[in-house]
């Protein structure tokens, strides 16, 4: 197998809850909860963009520099295409709008992973 140093996602088995927070955000499918902690079972679907990060409430996940298969975009897009559309449940902080209503971002705010959507992230970054 043709590996590559790259960054790719590293979580913290002994931190990982088991919530499953971290799934849905991870587009590619890379990571599923196994025997009731997060995995990334397959390091090729893993494409480093740690979008998965600021939803941990224990801060299992990392990311690290390692060998690694190299990122497949066409194996992420068939598993993509497999699971279907999938959407988070959760919502704005702030407002509260869902994914459906309209883009949000993960963000840290007092201390605390949250989820802020794209109309309520100026007045947090301007005051």
């Known amino acids: 197998m043709v590996t590559v140093t790259r960054k790719i996602v ?9 919530c499953g927070k971290c799934v849905t955000p991870c587009a590619e ?3 599923q909860l ?3 902690k997060a ?11 740690g979008f998965c990060l ?10 690290e520099e390692r060998e690694a ?16 559309v999938q959407t988070i449940t959760e919502s704005c902080f702030r407002c509260g709008n869902k994914e ?12 605390s992973s949250q989820w802020v959507c794209v109309r ?8």
Do not use: M, S
């Not at 600021?54 to 990311?63: Q, S």
């Not at 309520?120 to 005051?127: N, Q, V």
């Open 54 to 63: 600021g939803v941990c409430p224990t801060g299992a996940l990392t990311i």
């Open 10 to 18: 590293k979580i913290d088995e002994e931190k990982c809850n088991g």
């Open 39 to 49: 995995k990334v079972v397959r390091d090729e679907l893993c494409d480093g963009a």
């Open 120 to 127: 309520c992230l100026p007045p947090l970054i301007h005051g």
């Open 69 to 84: 298969a190299p990122f497949d975009p066409e194996a992420a897009h068939e598993e993509q295409a497999a699971r279907g």
């Open 29 to 31: 499918g890379a990571i």
């Open 100 to 111: 459906t209503d309209a883009v949000l971002f993960p963000c840290r705010y007092k201390g």
């Open 34 to 36: 196994v025997d009731g």
